[in-house]
């Protein structure tokens, strides 16, 4: 069964700062892998898709990675600023499954 | 284009009753599912559908019904509700499975 996990949980960093966010799941079987991003009270919002094949996705700011092989994603955030204080959250779309599997999301703070 | 519309926005319902939470999308996407979301567990699926006529159950199926009749709609209907389906429920939907996944505002839902 595939699991998805996001460590930290939380975390809180000055304004300004470069940061990454971390994602590991259990089988490397993946269609693809999805960012997206939840603002307290509301609905996700997706940030990025990355395929199996790729290596990387970028948008502005963002650059989600993913190595397959050893079940890890990364979302870099450059430049930080208070507007990006939200969850985000990994999920994985295993090979061959019309279903999505969710991390519990790392709760990123940004102080102005 | 709306997006995706859940109604209601919140709904308080006593142990036993039954109601439907709405899910409309006007994108003409094939693929829409239901999540359930609660603190610590992260977003838990309940039923998709591939498309029109077609639905499946998900991971956590059970005191739910889920119909689609049509390609803009995907109702989830709770028969019986327990106090242990208090929740926020999120509708999604994407061009097909395997693509980027647009989230509707949520449903607050609390079961006394």
């Known amino acids: 069964k595939q699991e998805v996990t996001q460590i930290p949980a939380a975390l809180s960093v000055p304004e300004g700062e470069n940061l990454v966010l971390n994602c590991s799941f259990t089988d490397s079987a993946i269609y693809n892998l999805q960012w997206f991003r939840q603002d307290p009270g509301k609905g996700l919002t997706s940030l990025l898709l990355i395929q199996s094949s790729q290596r990387e996705q970028t948008s502005g700011r963002l650059n989600a990675s993913l190595d397959k092989s050893s079940g890890r994603s990364t979302l870099y955030i450059a430049a930080s600023q208070p507007g990006d204080s939200a969850t985000y959250l990994c999920a994985v779309r295993p090979g061959g499954s019309e279903k999505l599997v969710f991390g519990k999301g790392t709760k990123l703070t940004v102080n102005p | 284009n709306a997006g995706v519309t859940q109604t209601p926005k919140f709904q308080v319902l006593k142990t036993g009753q039954s109601m439907t939470l709405q899910c409309a999308q006007d994108m003409n996407h094939e693929y829409m599912s239901w999540y359930r979301q609660d603190p610590g567990m992260g977003l838990r699926l309940i039923h998709y559908?591939?498309?029109?006529?077609?639905?499946d159950q998900g991971e956590v199926p059970n005191g739910y019904n889920v119909s689609r009749s049509t390609t803009e709609d995907f109702p989830l209907r709770l028969l019986s509700a327990a106090p242990s389906q208090t929740s926020v429920y999120f509708c999604?939907?994407?061009?097909?499975?395997?693509?980027?996944?647009?989230f509707g505002p949520g449903t607050r839902l609390l079961v006394l």
């Open positions: 999604a939907s994407s061009p097909e499975y395997q693509e980027t996944q647009y």
């Open positions: 559908s591939v498309g029109a006529g077609i639905t």
